[in-house]
Every structure is written in C-alpha cells, then in structure tokens.
C-alpha cells in the first residue's frame, strides 16, 4: 500500500496591525514645539545677561575692597603695621590700636567651636547612621531653623535667659573648679568672653551641622557595609569608615563656622562687654572687631578715627573671606561637587 503524500497546510501571514483612527488622529495632529526659523539672538541675550550677573558679584566685591582700601589710608600712613600690634585705644588722642579687638575675636571664636563642634557633628553623625527615617527630616530641619533666627533675637535671649544662667551656676561652678588655670578667675559678671564664645556656638552650630551631614551622605555605603562585614561595631563602622573618609569636609565645616563667628556682630556687642583689654580670664568683658565697627561708627568724628575704624573693617573682611574660601576649598575635596544622598 503506499503512502499518498499529506497536503500541505496553507499559512497565511498575519496581516500588519492597523493603526486606530485614534492613533492615525494622534500622528497627524503632532505639530512641532518650535514653528518657524528658529532665531539666535535670545540665546545670546541669554548668555551676555549671565555672564553680567556673574560679573557684577565680582565687581561688587572689588568695589567693597576698593572702598575699604581708600578709606583705611589714613589711619595705614600714621601707623603702618603698628596699628596691628598696639593695645591702646584713646580716640581723645588719636592712638589707636587693633590688638585688643583682634585678641576678643580670636578668643570668643575659638571657644564658640570648643563648644559648637562635638554638638554639631553629634547631630549630624545622629542623623545620617543612627536617626530614624521618620525623624530624620524634623530633626534637620529643626537644626537648620535655627540659623533663620535673626542674631538680635539671639542676643536678648542672652541678656535675659542666658546670662543669669551663666553669673548665678555657671560661672562660679567654673570658678570653683577650674580657678587654677587662671581662665575662669575675677567677679561673675555673666556678661563676658564666656557669654560671647556660647551664643556664637548656638549661632553656628546649624552651619557645622548642615555641612557635615552632606559630607557624610555623599561617603559611599559600601564602605560602612565593608567594615560592618568584618566584624566592627556601629561606632567602629562611624570612626574607621565614615568620619576617617569625610575627615577634610568636617575640617572645612568648622572653618565655614569659624567664618561665620568672626563676622558676628549684634548677639556678640550684646553680651561681651564692650571694654578694649586683654585680659586672661573668660570672665572678663572684651571687644572684637565686628563689635567695636557696631559701636563706634557712628561717633568717629575726626578723620583718623573713622579711617581707624575703616581699617578695622578692611582686616575683618580679608580674614573672613580667606576663611571661607579654605573652607570651600576643603569641602569640595570630600564632595567634588556630588549632590548629597539620603541613606537609607
């Protein structure tokens, strides 16, 4: 018997898809989002109109130095590098001399960061490895409120809140304890060096804070996750793989705070005194160079003392932006420009 061939079965191809009305409706109703010759000229505007406002902040900086400089002549012909080391301020005999306002800015500074650095990296360090998420937020933005409080408001709350609490059980506790090193001696006024150098700390701890915590979130999570898996403990895990790598931004950001302690002006004249000596001990009323410009500005009435004063403003404001731009700089070490990013 043999075997008849099958026949073959027939495929038809499938027919290509149709387009929907609605789809052909879609296409044909596209229109290009610019119409027409396209012009040059408002790019450029654009361009031109960026660069001059970039140049104008430049410009506005020379210009405030150009103005410090000529108006600080005067008082550099009398005293040349003088004016810097003397410590009398007589302005009935026009002697004058930065030392002592120079010495009240350093020393109530230096102590506003004793007190304001372990705080703030405290906060920061709490906040980026060990707060809860849902705190997370509150907790920052709670810090970061406080630098939107205007420095007046800082410096009543001192006079009426701050200062009692320092003349009635801080200072004699500090007198009591540690009078031997001759830095916590003389009457507790409350009003003083160590008045000035604790609202400075309030004052920029929300900088120190905010900085340190972008430095932190941008070390990479793969170095916590390697020193936890060798058997570390969360602080080791902190110490050897999260503050050893961002150790150079933390540095810039307690120089940026530094920064903005030197140039503190109301909450600091509140509190400190108002009295141009050099004394050793904390408790003692003192001046600083933002202070004595707030001051006495207005009662400059002969030419050298207004130059005086215009010369004060001049080291003041070299100082600061010297400040600001190392503290930049060590910050964008660590950074290199990355946007922070949340941990999880």
Same mark, same amino acid.
């Not at 109703?29 to 610019?34: A, D, F, G, N, R």
């Not at 005194?273 to 001046?287: D, H, V």
């Given at each position: 018997m043999s075997n008849q061939a099958l026949p073959r079965p027939r495929f038809t191809p499938p027919e290509p898809e149709r387009a929907t009305r609605a789809s052909l409706k879609a296409e044909t +109703?596209?229109? @290009? #989002? #610019?119409q027409g010759r396209v012009s040059e000229v408002p790019d450029a505007l654009f361009g031109w109109a960026m660069r001059l406002c970039g140049l104008a902040v430049v410009a506005l900086l020379g210009l405030i130095v150009y103005e410090l400089v000529i108006g600080s002549q005067l008082s550099w012909h009398a005293f040349g590098w003088k004016f &810097? !080391?003397?410590t009398e301020w007589n302005p009935v005999e026009d002697q004058f001399g930065a030392l002592p306002f120079i010495y009240g800015t350093l020393v109530s500074s230096l102590l506003s960061l004793v007190i304001a650095v372990p705080l703030a990296v405290g906060v920061a360090v709490f906040t980026t490895e060990m707060c809860p998420v849902w705190l997370r937020g509150a907790l920052s933005f709670t810090t970061e409120l406080l630098a939107a409080i205007p420095s007046v408001i800082y410096g009543l709350w001192a006079i009426f809140i701050l200062v009692p609490l320092i003349r009635n059980y801080a200072e004699p506790f500090l007198a009591k304890t540690l009078g031997w090193t001759g830095l916590f001696t003389g009457p507790p006024y409350g009003i003083g060096m160590l008045a000035a150098g604790v609202i400075l700390a309030i004052m920029i701890i929300p900088i120190i804070s905010s900085i340190t915590r972008e430095v932190l979130t941008v070390v990479p999570q793969h170095q916590r996750e390697a020193v936890l898996a060798l058997g570390a403990t969360r602080w080791e895990m902190i110490r050897v793989g999260v503050l050893r790598n961002a150790r150079a931004g933390i540095v810039g950001a307690i120089i940026l705070g530094l920064g903005r302690a030197l140039g503190e002006t109301m909450a600091v004249t509140m509190v400190i !005194?108002? /009295? %141009?000596?050099?004394?050793? +001990? #904390? &408790? %003692? @009323?003192?001046?600083t160079m933002a202070s004595v410009l707030a001051n006495e500005f207005s009662e400059a009435t002969g030419d050298l003392y207004l130059s005086a004063l215009v010369e004060i403003g001049l080291a003041l404001f070299l100082v600061t932006i010297v400040v600001n731009g190392l503290a930049r700089v060590m =910050?964008? +070490? =660590?950074? /290199? !420009?990355? @946007? %922070? /990013?949340?941990i999880a």
């Open positions: +109703s596209t229109t @290009p #989002l #610019l &810097f !080391g003397q !005194g108002n /009295r %141009a000596e050099i004394a050793k +001990s #904390l &408790f %003692a @009323p003192g001046y =910050v964008w +070490s =660590v950074t /290199r !420009g990355q @946007p %922070a /990013r949340n």
